[in-house]
């Protein structure tokens, strides 16, 4: 049942997962509205119908492409803010699909800490996707683990700037003479700054590559609704090559 074993709190956030993965023979969901279903299967449907149209190569680049976490406002219409993972996947019998892990928040209930030390739930919902997509778990052993992952994603006090002083697309938006002070480093491993420029009510979303297998990292902002031309960009390896 959508939304029966979500992991909420009385803010209204919810952590649900929805799509394909190759132990089950169709589509499995938890904790995710019907109406964000829907937001979610339309970008798909694009997607993989542009990828029919593509050589076949462009199947197989799909299977192997990395596992991408995202920031999404709510402007682009689901209506709020998508904090999550997706896994480029399969049912058991191999139809292509993707798989998504999403805590959302309505934007009037979103807490800009919430980023800040949000590292391992994004480690722990990308570990949980790996293991269901590649590894074979079942659907009641990924709900689990994602219900787990939830529990590291709480808005909190601003954390302190890690050590490592290692640079990122973000450090050149960043710079230029009217900024006034460094901007604390404190979120997600891959782009760190992004608590300070993650505006919830913005049509830019946000896009890094998972490492948790050992993937390179890659970043993007997208402007507006998801399309066809970010899915190519995700999962396609010659589109991520065009841009």
Not at 201 to 211: A, E, I, L, N, R
């Amino acid at each position: 049942m959508i939304g029966a074993d979500a992991a909420t709190n009385p803010a209204g956030t919810r952590l649900g997962w929805y799509g394909k993965i190759p132990a089950a023979g169709d589509f499995v969901h938890r904790g995710v509205p019907r109406e964000l279903i829907a937001w979610w299967d339309k970008w798909a449907q694009h997607g993989l119908s542009a990828l029919k149209q593509m050589p076949l190569d462009a199947q197989r680049e799909f299977t192997a492409a990395p596992l991408w976490n995202f920031a999404i406002p709510a402007g682009p219409g689901a209506g709020a803010v998508q904090l999550g993972t997706v896994a480029p996947s399969r049912d058991r019998v191999g139809r292509l699909y993707p798989l998504w892990a999403v805590w959302s928040v309505p934007l009037a209930a979103y807490e800009s800490s919430v980023l800040d030390g949000a590292g391992p739930y994004y480690r722990e919902a990308s570990t949980a996707l790996l293991s269901a997509v590649r590894h074979g778990s079942g659907a009641e052993q990924l709900d689990r683990a994602l219900n787990h992952a939830a529990i590291a994603l709480r808005p909190g006090p601003p954390q302190p700037p890690p050590s490592s002083a290692g640079q990122d697309i973000l450090d050149i938006l960043n710079s230029g003479p009217g900024q006034t002070r460094p901007l604390v480093r404190s979120g997600p491993e891959g782009w760190p700054d992004l608590p300070a420029c993650f505006n919830p009510g913005s049509h830019t979303s946000y896009w890094w590559t998972s490492q948790v297998d050992g993937a390179a990292l890659q970043t993007y902002l997208h402007g507006g609704a998801l399309n066809a031309t970010l899915f190519a960009r995700l999962f396609v390896a010659s589109g991520r090559a065009r841009f």
